[in-house]
């Protein structure tokens, strides 16, 4: 007797848990849609901020994130696809907003030192963004059990948490350059 009615409850449970499941993989595609668009977004606005960059340090960290999230794309592509649903981009607000503070930056500093320091905070910004986000999307997977979705986003959270890092590198330099150039 005792047996079977905490077989129930088991039962029932699995059942509420279905529900839940279904909720976080609505909200995981939502994220995805969300940063499908991002990832979109970055691949026009990198190009404006390597023309309006100066350091050739911080032109070559952009240039090769730029190629790096052309490749992003068609990895978040791929975890559309194995979820089974189309790639669709949903505008990220947040994102956005990212990226008009950077066009607000470039277009508000001096060319040199001053603009790549801004360019460099503008950037940060983008990648903290980007890391919380993909830092998410990873776990929502691997609760799901989308082991292979689980392993992409890991990797594309590597990449991101390598380009602050760069970002960091290219900063010290620049920044004291840009407290010079003030002086
Ligand atoms: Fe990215």
């Known amino acids: 007797m005792k047996k079977s009615t905490g077989k129930t409850k088991a039962k029932a ?3 509420e ?16 849609k969300d940063i499908y668009w991002a990832e979109k977004a970055l691949t026009k606005a990198l190009p404006k901020m390597i023309k309006k960059a100066t350091s050739k340090e911080l032109v070559e960290a952009i240039e090769n994130h730029l190629n790096e999230t052309e490749e992003q794309i ?5 975890v559309f696809e194995l979820i089974g649903k189309k790639a669709v981009a ?5 994102m956005a907003g990212l990226v008009k503070e950077a066009e607000e930056i470039m277009s508000e500093t001096e060319e040199g030192a001053m603009r790549d320091a801004g360019i460099i905070a503008a950037s940060q910004k983008v990648e903290h963004y980007e890391i919380a ?6 776990t ?19 990449e991101e948490k390598n380009a602050d890092e ?17 002086a």
């Open 74 to 78: 068609k990895k978040v592509e791929k």
């Open 166 to 182: 760069t970002l960091t590198g290219c900063a010290q330099a620049i920044n004291m350059q840009a407290v010079e150039e003030e």
């Open 17 to 32: 848990y279905a529900i839940e499941e279904s909720k976080l993989m609505k909200l995981f595609e939502d994220s995805l």
């Open 140 to 158: 929502f997977a691997q609760i799901l059990g989308l082991d292979e979705a689980a392993s992409i986003l890991e990797e594309i959270l590597e």
């Open 90 to 94: 949903k505008k990220c607000e947040a």
């Open 133 to 138: 986000t993909y830092g998410t999307l990873r």
């Open 13 to 15: 449970k699995d059942s």
